[in-house]
């Protein structure tokens, strides 16, 4: 197969990329290039406890602290920041060291200032049909962890609407005809002007974009390609599913693609001792290490790797 990604994903995925709709998202440059991973379920995984039970942490209360008291500086200072954290919003927050939290369709957004106050804005905005547009502050380390669009749960602080946490909710699977489905979703929302829908299929576009980020690692070098089974050759019979197409594993050593765009083909296939997978189909021959955990198959390649799923017979 030569290159993993740059043989498999044109056939399955160009007529899909070149719709505006999907760009927007910039799952093109996720898939090339890498983009923003979010690699846990949670910003904060150890914070979750104590923030889904409407608390802050110690460490989160001082981050609210330092990020009122570094606004002021010298004697005078000393005073406006007790002053603020007295009486502002984000200051009564923390006395009161309350969490609430929102989930719901996501997307983020940040702006510059200039001038007298200068500064990069960040912000994250939920959109949901009972509350409407809401917009919360949040931190630009938070921001760049964050995917550009999703479902997300926020935990935040009730009066300055600082996000101290947040959640991955969100679902998706990594095919073609999911991002079709999602890019319909959204043509159809913003022909009929529906601020909300349009939210909700941005969401549904997002999970599928993370959903291929999880089905092509960016740190190949790094994945344990260890197989929990004895005999992998025994294993990897069966139809596994990918972000490009499904491959279909024979045990008299025939192999079959089907691509995402509906074209076919057929080849061969061999494991040998070392644990590679050797196959000759659509024209080129491939030689990649395979690894099998669960319904989970990984295909690694030189400096690329794709992760397939079993599909049940």
Known sequence: MGNLHRQLAPRALAGIWADPDVRILGIRRTIS???TRVTDLAFAPDALDANRSGQLTPQQAETIRNSIDSKHSGITGLVAAAAERAASPRGRDLAEGRVESVEGPFRKRWWQNYG???????????ETREAGRQEYVCWHDMYEWAPYAGTMRLYYLPRSKVVVNVENLSTGEATPEAIKQANENYAAAREEHDKVAEAQALAQLGGVAQAFEDAVPEDAASLDMHTDTASLAEAIVGSWKSPFGDLTFRDDGTVSAQMGDGANFTGNWSVDAAGHLHADVMG???DAEAAIRGDEMTLRMDDQALVLRRQAL
Not at 116 to 126: D, E, K, L, P, T
């Open 33 to 35: 290039l890498g983009g």
């Open 116 to 126: 007298r106050i200068a500064g990069a804005n960040y912000r994250f905005v939920i």
């Open 284 to 286: 080129t021959a491939m």
